[in-house]
């Protein structure tokens, strides 16, 4: 595996100012294309797949600059996506919430067992991870990875889930990448607010003139 890079000082700079991914009139697709481009990580994991958007990005950072790179996506529905891009490979997971529907209209889980195993005392995110590593297993990807960007269900005890996850599956030296940190009016936002910015230091892309609203971390100096 190639060495990551070490962002000493934590900066991503503008590398590529590349519109071809943006949406929402956001600059997170291209935050993650430029954060791609400048640690070079290798084995990397998505946690929230929907459509395939950002997985395409991985995608085109693959066949440009790492042809050995491999992108584990999950999520817990199919969305009706179509087939992943080259070196994507979807994995289906379960919610962590039974409330999950509330939050997504017209939701279709993968797992007709989901609410069953909740209810029953199963335990997400030893489920999902476990999941998860056997996906790592058949793609022969090391116990952990470079890379992981965290975008599924913004309820708090989800996104603290799929924190514990990435934070299991990412080696010491790998990044965590979390979406969404500036949007009003979900639990994620706050929970990363009132409580994971007081225990920790991000770099929340300051230095550019439009801030796409994402958190990067080192793995090893996360605290949850």
């Not at 900066?11 to 935050?31: E, G, K």
């Not at 990397?44 to 790179?69: A, D, K, R």
């Not at 999950?100 to 489920?127: A, C, D, M, Q, T």
């Not at 058949?138 to 913004?154: A, K, M, R, S």
């Amino acid at each position: 595996m190639n060495e990551l890079q070490r962002i000493e000082p934590f900066s991503i700079p503008m590398l590529i100012d590349d519109t071809t991914h943006d949406a929402c009139n956001r600059y997170y697709r291209r935050a993650l294309l430029n954060t791609l481009l400048k640690l070079r990580p290798t084995y990397c994991l998505e946690i929230g797949t929907y459509t395939y958007q950002t997985s395409q990005v991985f995608s085109c950072y693959f066949e440009t600059y790492n042809p050995n790179g491999k992108l584990i996506t999950t999520d817990i529905s199919e969305w009706d996506r179509g087939g992943a891009p080259p070196n994507v490979y979807p994995v289906m997971v379960y919610p962590h919430t039974l409330n999950v529907e509330k939050f997504h209209g017209g939701i279709n889980i993968f797992y007709p067992n989901w609410r069953k195993k909740l209810e029953s005392g199963g335990n997400s995110v030893l489920i999902n991870g476990d999941i998860i590593n056997r996906k790592m297993d058949e793609l022969d990807i090391d116990e952990h990875f470079d890379f992981v960007f965290v975008d599924g269900d913004h309820q708090e005890k989800s996104f603290l889930s799929d924190l514990y996850i990435a934070l299991a599956l990412t080696k010491p030296d790998g990044y965590i990448l979390i979406d969404d940190v500036r949007d009003p009016g979900n639990e994620q936002m706050e929970t990363y607010r009132n409580t994971l910015c007081k225990k920790n230091s991000f770099y929340e892309f300051e230095d550019w003139d439009t801030n796409p609203g994402m958190a990067l971390i080192r793995a090893g100096d996360l605290k949850l």
